[in-house]
T-cell receptor
Framework: DQQVKQNSPSLSVQEGRISILNCDYT??????FLWYKKYPAEGPTFLIS?????DKNEDGRFTVFLNKSAKHLSLHIVPSQPGDSAVYFC????????????FGKGTLLTVNP | KAGVTQTPRYLIKTRGQQVTLSCSPI?????VSWYQQTPGQGLQFLFE???????NKGNFPGRFSGRQFSNSRSEMNVSTLELGDSALYLC????????????FGSGTRLTVV
């Protein structure tokens, strides 16, 4: 039972264009969502997060949008840079005393110069 | 400040053997979580320790166990290794105050032959 789904295993975009990574979830108890970026041979690095009480959070080139009714969130990267090429993981937490993160399987983003 | 340190970085073991992985969290972080990353399943939660007590556990067999010491360092043990245990094992530490407080180590790559 995959509670967090990233349906696109890979995405390729041109440098300077927008990258949109999508994530769907099924568990209504999730109230906090995070995006992590992972380079090969390194651990995931926290990128940006959003609470379920918000529908948008922005940090520089990165914006996360949350649509609770659709149980869908997306990460927008504008403009995309070659250094953004990595695997992006969507993760969710049910909050409270539960500090477990449920991850999607990741999307490999390739930004071409 | 020093990040999350995992040792060893690489490990090759034979089926049936057991293995112990180590994780030193960021100074001051008392929560340590372990995740298994495989190509097919993404990142899956193993367990979380806080103040030397297991607080959460994922859906893994009893062959996977862990512990946490008084200095917050944690070890993960896998007994009777199977080929399917080959994976990247990631440790994450946090203050256990916010979900976005997770900092991951670079992981231990375990190969079972």
């Amino acid at each position: 039972d995959q509670q967090v789904k990233q349906n696109s295993p890979s995405l390729s975009v041109q440098e300077g264009r927008i990258s949109i990574l999508n994530c769907d979830y099924t568990n209504s108890m999730f109230d906090y969502f995070l995006w992590y970026k992972k380079y090969p041979a390194e651990g995931p690095t926290f990128l940006i997060s959003i609470s379920s009480i918000k529908d948008k959070n922005e940090d520089g080139r990165f914006t996360v949008f949350l649509n609770k009714s659709a149980k869908h969130l997306s990460l927008h990267i504008v403009p995309s840079q070659p250094g953004d090429s990595a695997v992006y993981f969507c993760a969710a937490s049910a909050g409270g005393s539960n500090y477990k993160l449920t991850f999607g399987k990741g999307t490999l983003l390739t930004v071409n110069p | 400040k020093a990040g999350v340190t995992q040792t060893p970085r690489y490990l090759i073991k034979t089926r049936g053997q057991q293995v112990t992985l180590s994780c030193s969290p960021i100074s001051g972080h008392r929560s340590v979580s372990w995740y298994q990353q495989t190509p097919g399943q993404g990142l899956q939660f193993l367990f979380e320790y806080f103040s030397e007590t297991q607080r959460n556990k994922g859906n893994f067999p009893g062959r996977f166990s862990g512990r946490q010491f008084s200095n917050s360092r944690s070890e993960m043990n896998v007994s009777t290794l199977e080929l399917g245990d080959s994976a990247l094992y990631l440790c994450a530490s946090s203050l256990r105050t916010e979900p976005y407080g997770y900092t991951f180590g670079s992981g231990t790559r375990l190969t079972v032959v």
